[in-house]
């Protein structure tokens, strides 16, 4: 080791002309075990033209953002820089290891500093949240103009004819339908998402099954005209309300054992953007959040057959072919979404929620309810018992 540190010092007099020792002067040690040596600078009488200790280095320092990597077969002094990996980073020069960015922050592009993470999630503030929320409540404020309607004109032919009843719960829901929607935009917290898909089911149920009672009892309006018969008991207000709260309470044992087995959380993701904190709410097991909307789909499905089966019978306002489309443009809606939900991420999977019940609320409410309206407002001649009897007859 001191043939070598001799070696050195000689290389370093040659490369910096310094000129011949005149008295050997013991300057530093070496420590052969530990593979180092120190310099003791004070002893050093250096040339008045030389300015700086010589370094004997393998490769140059790490900068930040760097770490260094042992090389095999080489000596400890000599090693490689290699950048920190992803999501951490160095902040000084030779780091022996790079740190780890607590979970709100980032490495910038250097790797030599974290920077604070956005939160994420879809807010009233921006556009795209604005405008879904004032859409629920102008669609709400409409469905409940449309109740108004038919409270106030309920002893007409037509709302008579479509069973006001039923038609002022579905109305009822469809405006809840649309409110219920507010519960997906804003910041997420534990108690909103335990309400909003769970409200959202069992609204959504209400009102799909309020449209299969009304779906019956248009079919069993045409089935029971002989006097005495069974199915007559069947058009009662009871049998209707009893079918809509079976399948509600269906829906709620589904959501009860949602809650029981695997209920829903809120999730801090931090993965899927960079940069970002992504503020969602987990549905836990994703098979009875597809139970819960398979239910549905059941309801509407059977609510389609059902009123386009019946869709030419003599309806004096065509009552089936309007809940045949309406449980059309519901059904197209949601198997949209089923795949649209699957491959998109953080607030874009609320959005799509949010439109996707948007645009069949409004689909059924449309459907259902405006050419009703239409007659109503619009064309009040054709409001009368004897078109009624007249276009039931033909």
């Known amino acids: 080791m001191s043939a070598t540190l001799s070696m050195a010092m000689a290389t370093i007099l040659e490369l910096y002309k310094v000129p011949q020792i005149q008295a050997l002067v013991k300057v530093g040690e070496v420590y052969p075990l530990a593979q180092r040596f120190t310099i003791m600078e004070e002893d050093i009488d250096w040339p008045e033209d030389f300015h700086q200790t010589p370094t004997s280095r393998c490769n140059l320092k790490c900068g930040p953002g760097f770490q260094k990597t042992a090389l095999e077969s080489q000596p400890r002094c000599c090693y490689a820089c290699t950048p920190c990996p992803e999501g951490t980073i160095s902040n000084q020069t ?10 709100d922050q980032y490495p910038n592009r250097k790797r030599d500093h974290c920077l604070p993470r956005t939160s994420m999630f879809l ?10 929320a004032c859409a629920a409540i102008c669609f709400s404020l409409l469905t409940v103009l449309v109740l108004g309607v038919f409270v106030k004109h309920r002893d007409t032919p037509i709302v008579k004819a ?21 519960l997906f935009i804003g910041h997420p917290t534990t108690a909103t998402c335990l309400l909003r898909q769970i409200t959202f089911a069992v609204v959504f149920t209400v009102a799909v099954s309020s449209i299969l009672a009304k779906t019956i009892t248009v079919v069993l309006a045409f089935r029971a005209t002989k006097p005495g018969s069974r199915l ?26 949602w809650l029981g087995t695997s209920p829903l959380f809120l ?83 609320v959005a799509l929620e949010v439109f996707a019940i948007l645009t069949s609320s409004a689909g059924i409410l449309t459907c259902i309810f405006a050419p009703k309206c239409y007659v109503i407002l619009l064309r009040s001649d054709r409001n009368t018992l004897v078109i009624l009897k007249k276009k039931f007859i033909s």
């Not at 030779?94 to 979970?103: G, K, P, T, W």
């Not at 006001?164 to 219920?180: E, K």
């Not at 007559?232 to 809509?244: E, F, H, K, N, P």
Request: net charge negative; charged share 10%; aromatic share 12%.
């Open 232 to 257: 007559r008991r069947c058009l009662g207000s009871t049998a209707s309300y009893s079918l809509i709260f079976t399948c509600t309470l269906i829906q709620m044992c589904l959501c009860g054992i």
């Open 267 to 349: 999730e801090l993701d931090i993965h899927s953007e960079p940069g970002s904190i992504i503020i969602q709410c987990n549905e836990g097991t994703l098979l009875i959040f597809y139970c819960v909307l398979g239910y549905m789909a059941l309801l509407a499905l059977a609510s389609f057959t059902m009123a386009f089966l019946a869709r030419n019978l003599p309806d004096t306002f065509n009552e089936a072919k309007f809940l045949t489309f309406s449980m059309f443009v519901f059904c197209s809606v949601w198997i949209a979404f089923l795949p649209s939900y699957q491959s998109s991420k953080g607030k874009a999977t």
């Open 162 to 182: 479509n069973n006001r009843s039923l038609s002022y719960t579905l109305l009822v829901s469809l405006s809840l339908c649309f409110l219920c929607s507010l």
């Open 123 to 132: 807010a009233y503030e921006e556009p795209l949240g604005m405008t879904l």
């Open 94 to 103: 030779d780091a022996e290891q790079c740190l780890q960015c607590l979970e």
